[in-house]
C-alpha cells in the first residue's frame, strides 16, 4: 500500500529576513512559520536556501539550531551557484558542510542554481527519498532563487 505524490505536499515559506516589509509583519511570518514547523508532524525535512555568496545568516543559523533541537533533516540549497566559478563554490559548500557537521545537524548540502539547471537532480533525488517517491519527475523544481 503505497502512497501516490498526492499524498505529499512541498511547502515554501517565506524567507523574510529577504522581505522588504516592516518588522512588524515579519515578526508575524516568523510566528506562524514556527508554528507550521512545531506542529508539523508530518515533517519529514527542511530545504533551506541559502545564496552560496552570503551563505550561513543569522536566520540560517537559526533554522539549523531549530533542526537540531528538534531532530530534523536539512538539506541546504546554495543557490546562485552559477555566480561564483567552480573552485570558491566548491569550498562554499565544504565550509557549509563543516558548520552542519559542527552543529550536529542531520543535513546535507549542495549547490544549484535554477538558471544552469545544475543541482536539480540531486535536489530531485534528495526530495525523492525524503517523500518515498519511485519517479523523480513527479517533483516539480523551479524556485526562482
Known sequence: MGLNVDDRRLIDLPGYGFAKVPIAMKKVWQAHMQDYLMNRRSLAGVVLVMDIRHPLKEFDEMMLDWAKSNRMKVHVLLT???????????????????VIKTLGVDGSVQTFSSLSGDGVDELRTKLAEWLVLDNLEDIPVSPNA
Do not use: Y
Open 80 to 98: 546562485k551557484s552559477d555566480k561564483l566559478k567552480r573552485g570558491p563554490a566548491k569550498s562554499t559548500m565544504l565550509a557549509v558542510q563543516r
